[in-house]
Each structure stands twice: as structure tokens, then as C-alpha cells.
């Protein structure tokens, strides 16, 4: 583990997320993860670097409680989250930019964000959703008129920020990313490195899988698997 220069001294020492002694394997494969044991604090940037294939998305895929450990626990905030309404704690407690962004590709930008205020019980009036929707969005270049628009309508890099938008809609305290940049150009990575950055300051835990180097200079700790 690797300490960067950021912090934020108001929440130090706040454990969100806790690997203990987490073994997991997919069905018919050997070991990804043996007596596997961490701690990601609130207000820090991981960046979980590695080889392809040596669990990087597994990691994330366990934090979201998309898949349950064979053995051990993940828990959030001192509960075991495969004990817990996991997709209750997806909608509320943490939000996931998936490495194919996993939009709705038939609804507008706007919508996909709104879809992420209902479910986190933010807003239930569509009309104050969707104002905050585009209030969100416009935070990340994303205009009005864009808003509007449906998502394959959007370059790659805005439906980047489309997804990020979508995962932080909810006012989560972790947010998780598998390869936020791996497919954007140098001043789309440097924006979404950025808006991440900025939600540590907020007390999030923000958590990135990455096989780009320079993610590590927006990172207090590299984890490297």
C-alpha cells in the first residue's frame, strides 16, 4: 500500500468498508480471493491495480454484494452485507460505474439519473427528480439540451459522465468504478479522475479498478493485487 498526498482529516480513521478474511471462487476455478482481509476509510481514493484476471472487478463485484464470499465477510459499516437487503444498501449506501456503463440505452440521460433518485428514495416526485437530474449532470458538462437526449446519442466520454452522475445520484458513501477512464482520451480521464477526487472531499469511499497509471496520481493508496 502505497500513501498519495490527499486526505481528509474531519473523518479520519472512519471504516465504510471491511474485507475479513474473504476467500472466493467462481464456480469450476481456483481461488480468486484466500483469507483476503482490508479496510477502505472513509474520505480516501483506492486505486485497485493488477493483472487482468486477477480480480480487480471480483473486488468490486463483492463490495457491491453482487457476488457473497465462499468463506469470511464484507461489511459495511460494521455489518455483514450478505446478511443485509443488498439491493436495498446498491440503491442507498453505494454506487457502481460498471465498466460498459450499463446505461438505459433506450432513455434519455436525464432519465437514467432520475431511475437512481427513485431507487435511493432521494426524490419521489418526478419533477423535482428530474430538475435534479439535470442540475447533477449540468456539474459535469453535460447541458440541458444533452440531458435531454437519448444516451446513444452521447459520445463515449459523456456517457462516462452519464454513468458517474447516475452512481453518485444517491448520495451514497462509496462509490465504486471498474476502469473509469480505460477507453477515454487524456482530458476525459483527467474530468472523470477529477469529479472522483472531488467526492472524497465529500466523505466517500471511492473505489477504482484500473490498469491506468495515471489513476494514480488522483489515489491516496494503491492496492495492488
Known amino acids: 500500500m502505497t500513501p498519495r498526498k490527499y486526505c481528509a482529516p474531519d473523518i479520519e480513521g472512519i471504516v465504510m468498508l471491511e474485507f475479513k478474511n474473504v476467500s472466493f471462487a467462481y464456480k469450476n476455478c481456483q481461488n480468486i480471493y484466500t483469507d483476503f482481509s482490508y479496510r477502505f476509510d472513509a474520505g480516501k481514493l483506492y486505486a485497485v491495480t493488477g493483472a487482468s484476471g486477477r480480480g480487480k472487478s471480483t473486488l468490486l463485484f463483492l463490495a457491491a454484494g453482487f457476488e457473497k464470499p465462499t468463506r469470511g465477510a464484507v461489511e459495511y459499516n460494521g455489518r455483514d452485507i450478505a446478511k443485509i437487503d443488498r439491493s436495498a444498501y446498491r440503491a442507498r449506501s453505494i454506487g457502481v460505474v460498471f465498466q460498459s456503463y450499463n446505461l438505459l440505452m433506450s432513455n434519455t440521460a436525464a ?115
Open 111 to 225: 432519465d437514467n439519473v432520475v431511475m437512481a433518485l427513485y431507487l435511493s428514495q432521494k426524490h419521489f416526485n418526478y419533477s423535482s427528480a428530474y430538475e435534479k437530474a439535470l442540475e447533477m449532470l449540468a456539474e459535469v458538462g453535460i447541458d440541458r439540451e444533452k440531458s435531454r437526449r437519448g444516451v446513444l446519442e452521447l459520445s463515449g466520454g459523456e456517457q462516462q459522465r452519464v454513468a458517474l452522475i447516475r452512481a453518485a445520484a444517491g448520495e451514497s458513501d462509496i462509490l465504486l468504478a471498474d476502469e473509469p477512464t480505460g477507453n477515454l482520451d487524456a482530458d476525459n480521464h483527467n474530468f472523470i479522475m477529477r469529479y472522483l477526487r472531488r467526492q472524497t472531499e465529500l466523505g466517500k469511499t471511492v473505489i477504482i479498478a484500473t490498469h491506468n497509471p495515471a489513476a494514480l496520481e488522483y489515489a491516496d493508496f494503491e492496492l495492488r493485487i
